[in-house]
């Protein structure tokens, strides 16, 4: 791609040339838009396309399920902090962050200032 300068400004010489050596000329975005829709992108290599058999996908939600479980009963009503979690589950952070997650959004779970959270008992 090239933008045209004028003939008479001896700093457009550069890119004059490049037109006259087959460039593409450019007036706007909407040159280039014409010229790369015209290309395909290119397809995403299969070595960065993740693919999860239905085994890992059960062995997953089973992990959580445990994890959910270990975690529920570490949490109470008074505060503690998510790493102190993460130390007595033995969980990684985003294993604790996903249950913790899924607590606050069912209504079981307050979090307060400093990374701390409770479990809301039942009233």
Known sequence: FAVPGSAMDPRARGTNDLIRQGATLTESADDVFAVLSDRRSP????????KQSVENQTADEENTDAARAQILEALGPAPTTVDELIRVCHFSLPVVSTVLLELELAGRLE??????VSLLMDQ
Do not use: D, K, Y
């Not at 397809?43 to 993740?50: D, R, Y």
């Not at 979090?111 to 701390?116: D, M, T, Y």
């Open 111 to 116: 979090r307060h200032p400093g990374s701390r």
């Open 43 to 50: 397809a995403t290599p299969e070595i960065f396309v993740e």
